[in-house]
């Protein structure tokens, strides 16, 4: 299984600060056939907004 902790900086977000932030992750991070094989990751933050993370 992949952890969030896996995934290097994402679109100039790191993960591990996303998580300080109290943002939490939906799922574990998964490859998606939408972006080649990429893994993705989704945070629920504070305010109910989906956070979408893409392997670069």
């Known amino acids: ?3 969030t902790q896996d995934l290097p900086a994402s679109s100039g977000y790191d993960i591990s600060r996303l ?5 939490m992750p939906l799922s574990p991070a998964k490859p998606a056939k939408a972006f080649n094989g990429s893994r ?15 392997e670069k």
């Open 19 to 23: 998580r300080k932030n109290k943002n």
């Open 1 to 3: 299984m992949i952890s």
């Open 40 to 54: 993705v990751i989704f945070f629920l933050n504070k305010l109910n907004f989906i956070i979408e993370t893409i």
